[in-house]
């Protein structure tokens, strides 16, 4: 993250991370497949928060309400990160390819947040849309919170996320 600060993701090569991070190259290519993987990997930590969230919440709760316990459990995870958050957000945001890949992790996680709803029996079209919706809730709030400085919790933006969608949804204006 120093170095892509430092010199930008374009100009930083895997051999300057490797020697920051104290590591051979051969090391880093054992833990990751490209320097981009460097800024995903805590999506595997993500999903898991987000597929155990939606399997813990309560078997009487509505897909939407489902998603929003999964989308809490994984702001928990962002909030004692917030500076690092926002660093690695700045860097992705400088860089086409970056985002990229950003959308296509968003992707993964709806895709995965869906299937988690389909393994609690809610039918198609709703357990897709019920995840797309979640995390359209989350990008949205985790874009908020990221430009705040201050004791604001991700999980209070992802709280009117949620009201501002179901605010819409019953024609009213958020």
């Keep these: 993250m120093e170095l ?3 010199r930008g993701y374009e100009q930083t090569t895997v051999t300057e991370i490797a020697k ?3 590591l051979t ?3 880093f290519f054992r833990h990751y497949a490209d320097k981009r993987e460097v800024l995903f990997a805590g999506s595997a930590l993500l999903r898991e ?7 813990g919440a309560p078997p009487s709760a509505s897909p939407m309400e489902a998603v929003a316990e999964a989308l809490q459990a994984a702001a928990v995870v962002f909030d004692e990160r917030h ?3 926002r660093q690695r957000q700045r860097i992705i945001t400088a860089n ?3 985002q990229e890949r950003e959308l296509v992790k968003l992707a993964s996680l709806a895709s995965a947040m869906g299937e988690a709803l389909r393994a609690r029996d809610v039918s198609e079209p709703a357990a897709s849309l019920a995840a797309e919706a979640g995390i359209a809730v989350f990008k949205v709030a985790f874009e908020r919170w990221i430009d705040t400085i201050g004791v604001r919790a991700l999980g209070a933006f992802i ?6 969608l179901e605010s819409l949804m019953s024609g009213g204006r958020p």
């Design 20 to 22: 920051r991070a104290g």
């Design 25 to 27: 190259e051969r090391t």
């Design 4 to 6: 892509y600060g430092e």
């Design 159 to 164: 709280v009117e996320g949620l009201a501002g």
């Design 49 to 55: 928060r987000l597929v155990s969230g939606l399997a």
């Design 83 to 85: 500076e690092r958050a």
């Design 96 to 98: 086409a390819e970056l």
